[in-house]
């Protein structure tokens, strides 16, 4: 069997495990299932409380933030503020492993006249390609100066449309500073007692890139109860090459309990120079386990990617990624 074949094999009977003895705490009474429950909830309880000290440090950050452009001492109020901490390894035939660490942040500042949001991100904003985005490469360590950005972002109250937008300016955090702008529009409609649809539009502006925008339609009904399908493509024309790049993507995604699921997909990439063309083909899994409470996720995802400039041969990847979300809500 080819290494392709057995490393996207692997990713699937990896998955097909469900990882039950990393988030169930009614284990079998075996002496070695014992020890790696002792093991799981030590090191769980270590995390528990960095994550909740983080939070609570984060929360009241805000707050004093919010107190000050508010102008006087607040009563009890919700709040959005977030931060999320995603660790990835990728890993590829050649025997590479790639490492994508990103921080991102929201300050919610909802007692503002204008209702802002303080953001910061590691990844700036729109920095990836499309075909870089849907493949979800890494690039090494990501929390870097040069490619972190921070901001503010506006978004007013939807109007009887039903049109949610949001306005975000800012800079990328690098020497020297780069102006960066996105508008952002999105919908939802249902078109039939099954068929939903989903749009979203962006139009960005980078200072070392130029203008762009990125549209995305999406087509979701139910199969059954616990498996969707979903039918969406992407379009996004960047100024800085005169290019167009698109994708089409299906996916069906099955709800295996309440902390887990799989998400299969199949799709095409393609974009308009030299020549308008289909440029990889991709499929693969992400299979996606809540392993505690509401803030701890696992991401496994096996792929294959055919790229035309490799003759369509197979390029095996496989990734491994811990969400931590810090946030009361």
Same mark, same amino acid.
Do not use: C
């Given at each position: 069997?080819?290494?392709s074949?057995r490393?996207?094999?692997l &990713? #699937?009977?990896?998955?097909a495990l ?19 429950s ?11 409380k960095f ?11 805000s707050t004093?933030?919010?107190e #000050? #452009?508010?102008?006087k ?10 931060l999320?901490?995603e ?11 790639e ?5 991102k942040a =929201?300050l ?11 953001v ?7 920095e990836?390609?499309l075909?870089?985005?849907v493949?979800?490469d ?21 109007? =009887?449309?039903q049109?949610? =937008? ?14 960066f702008?996105k508008f952002d ?5 249902r ?5 939903? +649809?989903?749009f979203?539009? +962006?139009f960005?502006?980078?200072?070392? =890139?130029?203008?762009g925008e990125? +549209?995305?339609?999406s #087509? ?9 399908l979903k ?6 024309f ?5 290019t167009?790049s698109?994708?089409?993507?299906l996916?069906?995604t ?16 393609g ?12 499929? &693969?899994?992400?299979?996606r ?12 995802e ?19 990624e ?8």
């Amino acid at each position: 069997m080819k290494y392709s074949a057995r490393l996207f094999i692997l &990713g #699937f009977l990896i998955m097909a495990l469900e990882f039950p003895a990393w988030a169930d705490d009614t284990l079998e009474s075996t002496a070695d299932n014992n020890v790696k429950s002792s093991w799981w909830k030590r090191s769980l309880q270590s995390l528990e409380k960095f994550r909740d000290k983080t939070t609570e440090d984060y929360s009241d950050l805000s707050t004093s933030i919010d107190e #000050f #452009f508010y102008g006087k001492k607040l009563e009890e109020t919700s709040n959005d503020s977030y931060l999320k901490l995603e660790i990835q390894n990728t890993f590829y035939k050649s025997g590479e492993t790639e490492q994508d660490v990103k921080l991102k942040a =929201k300050l919610d500042l909802p007692n503002t006249e204008k209702k802002f949001k303080l953001v910061f991100s590691s990844d700036a904003e729109k920095e990836e390609s499309l075909e870089e985005r849907v493949h979800n490469d890494a690039s090494g360590e990501r929390i870097e100066a040069d490619e972190s950005f921070a901001g503010v972002e506006y978004q007013p109250a939807p109007e =009887k449309s039903q049109w949610n =937008k949001s306005f975000t300016g800012g800079i990328k955090l690098r020497t020297p500073l780069l102006p960066f702008a996105k508008f952002d529009l999105d919908n939802k409609w249902r078109l039939s007692e099954f068929w939903t +649809s989903e749009f979203e539009q +962006s139009f960005w502006y980078l200072d070392d =890139k130029g203008f762009g925008e990125t +549209s995305e339609l999406s #087509f979701i009904r139910p199969i059954t109860d616990s498996y969707q399908l979903k039918v969406s493509s992407e379009l996004e024309f960047r100024d800085e090459n005169n290019t167009f790049s698109y994708d089409l993507i299906l996916s069906t995604t099955h709800r295996l309990d309440h902390a887990s699921s799989i998400e299969y997909y199949v799709g095409s990439l393609g974009e308009s120079q030299p020549t308008n063309q289909v440029t990889h083909y991709i499929l &693969g899994a992400n299979y996606r386990k809540l392993l505690h409470e509401d803030w701890l996720f696992l991401n496994i995802e096996p792929g294959l990617s055919f790229p035309r400039e490799e003759n369509w041969k197979a390029q095996p990847s496989f990734s491994l990624e811990l969400q931590i979300y810090f946030t009361d809500n």
